[in-house]
């Protein structure tokens, strides 16, 4: 009984500093292209959809002199929920096109893969909900080579 106590105090720790890491996000945050989050090639990023109109756009810039090959995801923190992404491609003139992504359903993982990216372009991408509904929960989303 001790132990059982022990443990469900830590995953409440554990739990309370991964909600913590999300607390910045909101409506009124990334809610458009302009104000895009910078992402660099790596490490997740968390935020949250806390209303049925509320989006976060994120962008990556290739910085490099050669062109490089990326994956977005965003993967839901709940099973309940439909996140999607939406990505925008843009050259170094500012002209943009979308990129077709696949929705996966509730609870999964959806990925923008394999895209192409020269030195100057810029990616930018948008959570979303699915559907009116698919808000108020967690995600993770990142840029990868
Ligand atoms: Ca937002
Ligand atoms: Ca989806």
New binding site residues.
Partial sequence: MKRQMKLSFLFAVILTVFLSQSVS???????SKDYAITRTLGMDYV?K??STN????LKYTNTYTFSTIVNIFVMPMNPAVNYDIEVDYCNTTGYCFPVNVADTGFGNTEYAKAINVPPGYTVYWKVKGHNYWDFGFDYATAIHS
Avoid at 25 to 31: I, Q, T, V
Avoid at 54 to 57: F, I
């Fill in positions: 996000a909101y409506s009124g945050l990334a809610d935020g959809l806390d509320d989006v976060d756009w």
